[in-house]
């Protein structure tokens, strides 16, 4: 009886003391230092107003008002880094070759009609600027905008190109703060990372015809949509100054949903469609 009433004492103590740092964390950790605040994310630039990762893409969404740019980067055979979002060529400039085995000046240019990733049955057709641009560029054109900046290989030399970088969770670690959250752990636990990015999963039926989800596709994207989709996570990491982005938005259903739990900033392929949703719902900011 006396290790039952031991036992128990000790259990609520422990669901008591993790629901009170986890509606307070500050109590225990120092809150993150911000030194912007991402709401408007412009996704490869803004890709289903613009070419992706171009310039023009990048300045249109700069002069709309974006926090921030998303961009990919891959590094070429003579060592420059290149704003690009495959490693091979073809679906994006119609020439079967990887970046890396080309020169910068090898590159070719973008096609004229590239499809929007996260827009089911949508195509962007873009203007004159068709060239793949250097990261440098996107630095030195846009010095006062956040970039956020997506290395899609695992290379070293690329990696000590971009240094001295605020980073995110990577996916293990993703996988590692959900067990500390659903285990009461997460308010205990001392975070390096200043940003979660995670995608919304319930945005799949919109990605592909819904006809033609399986049963277990369905099943899968609910349960990881009902696991990542928490309010009380983002509100957790928030007070701690970690800054949570979810992507690739494109309606304003969802871009409603998003900030409705919490999200510090949304990513989308249509800059204007957001800023015109944040503009008629008051979101700033300053918020």
Same mark, same amino acid.
């Given at each position: ?112 009609? !590239? ?5 089911? /049955?949508? &195509?962007? #057709? ?5 060239? @793949?641009?250097? %990261?440098? +560029? ?47 752990? !997460? ?5 390096? /990372?200043? &940003?979660? #990015? ?5 945005? @799949?039926?919109? %990605?592909? +015809? ?78």
């Amino acid at each position: 009886m006396c290790a039952a009433v031991y036992v128990l004492s000790t259990v609520t103590g422990y669901v008591l003391t993790s629901a009170l740092l986890l509606k307070c964390p500050t109590l225990l950790h120092r809150r993150k230092r911000e030194t912007f605040l991402g709401r408007h994310i412009s996704h490869r630039g803004g890709a289903g107003e613009n070419l992706e990762n171009t310039m023009a893409a990048f300045k249109h969404a700069v002069d709309l008002g974006t926090d921030m740019l998303e961009l990919d980067c891959h590094l070429t055979k003579d060592e420059q880094v290149v704003v690009s979002h495959d490693t091979n060529l073809h679906r994006a400039t119609g020439i079967d070759a990887q970046i890396s085995d080309m020169t910068y000046a090898e590159l070719p240019p973008y096609l004229c009609k !590239l499809g929007v990733s996260f827009q089911r /049955e949508c &195509f962007c #057709e873009g203007g004159e600027d068709k060239r @793949i641009p250097l %990261l440098g +560029d996107v630095f030195d054109a846009f010095p006062n905008t956040p970039v956020n900046i997506d290395i899609k290989v695992n290379d070293d030399t690329l990696i000590k190109k971009n240094p001295r970088i605020p980073v995110l969770f990577s996916l293990t670690r993703v996988l590692q703060l959900l067990g500390l959250f659903y285990t009461g752990l !997460l308010p205990f636990i001392p975070l390096k /990372e200043q &940003f979660f #990015e995670i995608p919304m999963p319930s945005i @799949i039926t919109k %990605l592909k +015809d819904p006809r033609k989800l399986t049963r277990t596709q369905r099943l899968i994207a609910w349960l990881a949509d009902t696991l990542l989709m928490r309010k009380a996570l983002f509100d957790h990491l928030t007070a701690r100054g970690i800054q949570v982005y979810i992507w690739v938005l494109n309606d304003e259903e969802d871009f409603q949903r998003a900030f409705a739990l919490g999200a510090t900033g949304v990513m989308t392929d249509f800059p204007t469609r957001l800023k015109d949703f944040m503009d008629r719902n008051g979101i700033s900011k300053l918020q």
